[in-house]
């Protein structure tokens, strides 16, 4: 069965410091990945959407980029981090059907 | 530009009674749509989904109805049990992209 990974749980981060969270999805090949953030009256927001390796689709203009180096890897990052960047992010993965979602990443930017 | 909109941030019903929720969205290139449940501090997880050539989808407790003319569809959950109180969110994605688009979001209570 296909699990997907995401990491870590929560982190505090210092403004202008860099960023970077991983995704990782196991049981599938060649899966669509998403990196969604979760910000108070927003609801989930699509950030990035990749349809395969070094493929990326930003969705709406911001302080972070998106890199899938590997099938099944999908990373968020920030080179300087902004208040405005604290949320709750999720990755998933999708098929035809629904997406997957991970756990989640708590991020603070302090 | 919100997409998909779910304009009541909030609702609280009986236990036993039924929950409706409701999401509008614009895109008319919309032909999938899901319904998704989250509680706090972890991902969404799915809860029933739709295609634009029906108009009703019954999971158990949980029925969707899609309104195409209005770009309009609810989340009908019966009986609602205090357990299916979280935040729920609609999601639609367009012909075969793959690519879900999520809702605002309703924080549903249901009052044991």
């Known amino acids: 069965s296909q699990t997907i990974h995401q990491w870590p749980a929560t982190l505090v981060q210092p403004v202008g410091s860099p960023l970077s969270l991983e995704c990782t999805v196991e049981?599938?090949?060649?899966?669509?990945l998403y990196w969604y953030r979760q910000a108070a009256g927003r609801g989930l927001q699509l950030l990035f959407y990749?349809?395969?390796?070094?493929?990326i689709s930003s969705e709406v203009p911001q302080n972070l980029s998106a890199s899938r180096p590997q099938d099944r890897q999908f990373i968020l990052s920030s080179k300087k981090l902004l208040l405005s960047d604290s949320g709750f992010y999720l990755c998933?993965?999708?098929?035809?059907?629904?997406?997957?979602f991970g756990q989640g990443t708590r991020l603070t930017v302090v | 530009d919100q997409q998909v909109k779910q304009n009541s941030p909030s609702l609280s019903v009986q236990e036993g009674r039924i929950s409706i929720l409701n999401c509008d969205y614009t895109?008319?290139?919309?032909?999938?749509f899901l319904w998704y449940k989250k509680y706090p501090a972890e991902g969404p997880t799915f809860l029933i989904s739709?295609?634009?050539?029906?108009d009703k989808n019954e999971d158990g407790r949980f029925t969707v109805f899609l309104n195409k003319s209005a770009k309009h569809l609810s989340l009908h959950i019966v009986p609602s049990q205090p357990g299916d109180s979280a935040v729920y969110f609609c999601?639609?994605?367009?012909?075969?992209?793959?690519?879900?688009?999520f809702g605002t979001g309703t924080r549903l209570k249901v009052l044991a």
């Open positions: 049981g599938t090949s060649n899966p669509n």
């Open positions: 999601a639609a994605s367009e012909g075969g992209t793959y690519k879900y688009i």
């Open positions: 990749s349809v395969g390796i070094g493929q």
């Open positions: 895109n008319s290139m919309f032909d999938y």
């Open positions: 998933a993965w999708g098929d035809s059907t629904e997406a997957f």
């Open positions: 739709i295609s634009s050539i029906k």
